[in-house]
């Protein structure tokens, strides 16, 4: 099996709603065009897609079990309970717990938090970590971003005593957790109009309505009320690392929280971004940058580490703190690369089925597998399983592709699995060694059910077809408006045909590096990861393209950042 070839497919989009937008706005009928391929057919929406105000995020109210949640939390603040915090080893985990923490805290209860050990406790609500609580002195324990399938966990609960609130993002399973409150915008019932919050995302609208209900009982008469605004920055941290659509809710979150992590005076912030080199924050900055170092340290050390980093904490400096998470990252990408290399091996000598992959080694390393199937999705375009063996346990990491839906597949193909839980793109699991054919064959069969040999070609969307000359500096600065950028809202991305290639070079040993010219306008380009295709910059290309702005000693200019190409009429 080879890396896939790629189809470009311009978005649907209505010509008579981009006039009309256009007018009514008024803005450019490029950008109209834009918003309009993103389903904001009207001024009104459109208006508050631009806007993203903080004082148009709904009710917590709305989330399922938040008032019962908020209830307990409320008396377990004034009777000054310990309140144990559960979270996950992912950055939406380790930054959804700092959140708690710090803000639990702020409001005047006392906390201890807990992130298990992925390669001790696994994924998911620890028993140990429960019964560790109930020792500590807590009768609360509060998840984020895990336990909606902690069936057997929430029972150990009960049964030492402890209240358990559970706050989570993923798919519920058919049998739910019996618990004080379930707080999953995803539960049936469900009247918060934005389900897809990270997990990070439900816990901050948790806080607000605690919040709430304190002020209204007077709590706050007596001491300062915490800015909950001011928090925003962990909550983007973990939205965009934990690759949840950045529309509606998400976006507003997302959008104050960008501009908290760029002037940031978290001193935890301030260091991880001093070894991680970033200057100025974007997503791609903390897709790209940020989270992989918060990451490193769940996936071959201990998760808390991050959340000591971001409160503040531990017992030496901030910076040799994120130094040696910048370290863990390192370690990790060598890992990752060498997994990867021997999963294309696996691949290329037939361990593949034809509409899906399930790959399993002994010597894989479980905190990395999660990241490596991903980068197979790109080259293979198909829904990967990827399985580290250990002592005849396989922990398993799945990601998914457009149109197969990832925990949907797993319930058909669970007879040989132990667990699993995720959501349409990713998933986890765990299964007996020997169950490992039983499962590549089902999850094959299901694949094949589900999925045609056009879904298997990856599709690249873009926003039409455009000049060179439309795509002046003003305009490409009223496209980067519409940032942030991300899965639910995607940068703008465009096709301009016929262009003659000007001094093609490879830069950095991976990327190329060369100009475009039609009509008499040229821009740079840069195209990232696309080295080894420098022969075929060649002739009349076609090129499929985002415009961003590329700042260099005080002036900006436009550049492209190629997504593909291909030779003209191909």
């Not at 309140?83 to 006392?110: C, K, N, P, W």
């Amino acid at each position: 099996m080879t890396a896939v070839s790629k189809r470009w497919q311009e978005r649907f989009f209505d010509r008579g709603r981009i006039t009309q937008l256009s007018q009514a706005l008024p803005c450019l009928p490029l950008i109209a065009s834009v918003l309009v391929r993103r389903g904001l057919t009207d001024a009104a929406a459109a208006q508050d897609f631009l806007s993203a105000r903080l004082n148009s995020l709904p009710d917590p109210a709305l989330l399922p079990d938040l008032i019962p949640a908020v209830q307990r939390l409320d008396a377990a603040v004034r009777k000054g309970e310990k309140i144990g915090v559960h979270g996950d080893y992912d950055v939406d985990g380790i930054s959804g717990t700092a959140l708690l923490v710090e803000s639990l805290r702020l409001f005047g209860a006392e906390v201890e938090y807990h992130i298990p050990l992925r390669m001790q406790d696994g994924y998911g609500l620890s028993g140990d970590a429960l019964r560790r609580a109930a020792a500590s002195g807590c009768r609360l324990v509060l998840t984020v971003d895990c336990g909606v399938s902690a069936l057997a966990e929430a029972q150990m609960a009960k049964e030492l005593g402890l209240d358990l609130i559970i706050t989570d993002h993923h798919q519920p399973p058919a049998t739910l957790p019996e618990c004080l409150a379930l707080v999953n915008p995803h539960l049936a019932g469900n009247q918060f109009p934005w389900p897809d919050l990270a997990g990070v995302g439900v816990a901050f609208f948790l806080l607000l309505g605690l919040r709430r209900q304190l002020r209204e009982s007077g709590w706050f008469a007596q001491r300062p009320e915490p800015d909950l605004r001011q928090s925003l920055d962990l909550v983007a941290l973990g939205t965009i690392a934990d690759m949840v659509p950045l529309g509606g809710i998400n976006r507003v979150l997302v959008r104050y929280g960008l501009q908290l992590l760029d002037q940031s005076q978290r001193p935890g912030i301030v260091a991880l971004k001093k070894v991680a080199a970033v200057s100025k924050v974007s997503c791609g900055t903390v897709g790209f940058r940020l989270a992989p170092r918060l990451n490193a340290a769940g996936r071959l050390e201990d998760a808390a580490l991050g959340v000591q980093l971001l409160l503040g904490e531990g017992d030496g400096s901030l910076h040799e703190l994120a130094s040696h998470l910048d370290c863990c990252n390192r370690e990790r990408q060598q890992i990752e690369e060498q997994t990867l290399n021997q999963a294309i091996a696996a691949v290329e000598s037939g361990q593949g089925g034809d509409f899906s992959l399930v790959l399993a080694s002994e010597g894989w390393h479980a905190g990395v597998i999660g990241i490596v199937a991903s980068r197979l999705v790109e080259r293979y375009h198909r829904p990967t399983v990827m399985i580290a063996l250990e002592d005849g346990v396989g922990k398993g990491s799945a990601r998914s592709i457009r149109g197969f839906h990832l925990f949907e597949a797993l319930q058909q193909a669970a007879a040989n699995l132990k667990s699993f839980g995720g959501h349409a793109a990713a998933a986890g699991l765990s299964l007996p060694a020997e169950n490992l054919d039983g499962f590549r064959r089902d999850f094959e069969q299901v694949a094949a059910a589900s999925l045609s040999p056009e879904d298997l070609l990856p599709l690249l969307e873009h926003d039409g077809e455009v000049t060179l000359d439309e795509l002046s500096l003003p305009v490409v600065r009223q496209l980067a408006e519409l940032a942030p950028f991300g899965i639910g809202n995607p940068q703008p991305a465009f096709v301009a045909r016929r262009l003659e290639i000007l001094r093609p070079q490879i830069v950095g040993q991976k990327h190329l590096r060369f100009s475009v010219r039609a009509a008499g306008t040229t821009h740079a380009c840069i195209a990232f990861g696309m080295a080894e295709r420098i022969a075929q910059l060649s002739g009349s290309v076609d090129l499929l393209f985002r415009p961003d702005i590329n700042s260099f000693r005080g002036q900006d200019s436009v550049q492209l950042q190629v997504v593909d190409f291909r030779a003209t009429g191909d």
